[in-house]
C-alpha cells in the first residue's frame, strides 16, 4: 500500500483530511502512482499533470525518502521503503506566490 | 419595482463571495470564502435558472477548475464529479473532464491553428492558463461558453462536464498575428446579443473585438474606427487592446467599449465605433456597463494611466453619461473622494434589472461598492475582501 500526502488544496479538492492510502498495480513508478491517485479521485486529474502532455506541473514536485525525485523519469520504481508504504510518497506545492 | 432580492457574486484573489439582500438594497449577508486561498477569475449565474451557478477557479500550483452550484450558491462540485454520483460511464468511461481546455489543432475542424506571435515577432504555441470569463447561455442552463487565456472561446451543453473549442474564432485568420500584453492574451468578454440566438461577441485584450452571426461557427473581426497608439497602421484589423465591452439589453446592436485608451460605441453591431469620451478626466480604464433599463445611460470608472492603474487624484469617481457618452457626470457620493489608490479591473463592474437599477463594483483593494439608485449613492457592501477580479449580479424572483 502507497502512502501519498496531498498538499492542501489538493486534500481539499479530494476530499479527504489526511495521508491518501493506495494500491497500486504492477511496478509503483511515479506514473503508476499518479494514474491510481487520478482513478482514485478524478477530481485530480489536470491539477497535478498537465491534461495534454502528462507532464508534472512546474510548480509541483516529488519527494520520496528525503529526496526530490521530480526529474526523474516517471516510470524509474520508486524506493522500497515507499513501495511497503514505510515511508510517503510526498506531492509538495511550490513556496512561491503571494 | 423591486423584486424579492438579490444575490451578487464576488470572484477574488483568494476565493469567492456570495452577498445577498432583499430588493431594497440596504442589508446584506456575506458568504465566504468558497474554495479559499484559489484565484477565483469569475462566477456566473445562468439566467435560465438562477440557481445554477458556475465558477471559474485557477491556481498556478494547480491549474483550472471549475466548479457549478445547483443551488444558488450553497453547495459546490466540479461537473461530472457530484458526490454520490457515478464519475464514469457503465463503459468505464470518465463521464466529464470539466478542466479539461484543449485546443482544437484537429485538420477535421478546418482551423488547425497551433502558434500565435509572441513578444518577439517569433510564432508561440497556443497554451492553455486559464478561463477568465464564463457566459452561461441566455436559454440553457447547461450550455456555458469560456473565455480563456491564450485567447479562445470554448463551449460546453452538458452542465460543465465537457468542453469544445469553438475554432472558428481563432482560426478565421488573424490568429497568428494576436500577441500577448502584459496582462495575458486573455479572452475576457463574452456578450450574447438577445434578439438573435446566432449572434454573440467576443474581445480579447490586445487582439480586439470578434462576432459571429451563426452561433460560433465562424468569426470576423469588427474593430473598425479603433485608434491605438504605437500601432503603425491607423486601420489595424486586429491588435488593439481591448478592455471590456457591454451591451444595450433593449438596443443589442449598440455596444460601448473601454478600449486601453478611448471610451467606444458602436450603433451598427460593431461594424464601426465612434469615440465617446468626452469630458471623462482620463480615457483609460478597465470597465463599462450600461443601465439595464435607460440604452443611453452608461458608466465607467476613469483610471489615471496605464502606467499607474488608480484613478486620479486619489478620488475614487464613477462616471455617467446619460446621452451615451462624451457628456459624462462624476458620481461621488459615498466613494472615497481622497487618498484611494485602487483599480478596479475589467470584469467588476455590472448592474441588477431591478427598478430603479442597481450598480455594483469592486477593487482591488477588497471593497465592493454598490448602488441601489442608478449611481446617486454608493456605499460598500463589504469592505476587507481579498482583490476582486469580477462581480456579477442575479435579480432573484
Redesign the interface.
Known sequence: MIRVVLPYHLKNLAHVDGEVELSVPGAATVRSVIDALEVRYPMLRGTIRDHVTRERRPFLRFFVCQEDISLDSPDVPLPEPVVTGAEPFLIIGAIAGG | MAGTGVRVLVGTRKGAFVLTSDGKREKWDVSGPHFG??EIYHVKGSPADPNRIYASQT???????IQRSDDGGKSWY?PG?K?GEP?KSPEGM?IG?S????YDTSPGSGKPLTTHQWYDGTQHPWEFKRVWHLEPSLTDPDTVYAGVEDAAIFRTTDGGKNWHELAGLRGHGSGPKWSPGAGGMGLHTILLDPKNPRRMYAAISSAGTFRTDDGGTTWKPINRGLRSQYIPDPNAEVGHCVHRIAMSRSKPDTLFMQKHWDVMRTDDAGESWREVSGNLPTDFGFVVDVHAHEPETIYVVPIKSDSEHYPPDGKLRVYRSRTGGNDWEALTNGLPQRDCYVNVLRDAMTVDTLDPCGIYFGTTGGQVYASSNAGDRWFPIVRDLPPVLSVEVQALA
Open positions: 486561498g484559489w491556481s498556478g500550483w494547480f491549474g483550472q477548475i466540479q464529479l458526490p464519475t470518465q473532464e478542466n479539461k481546455f484543449v
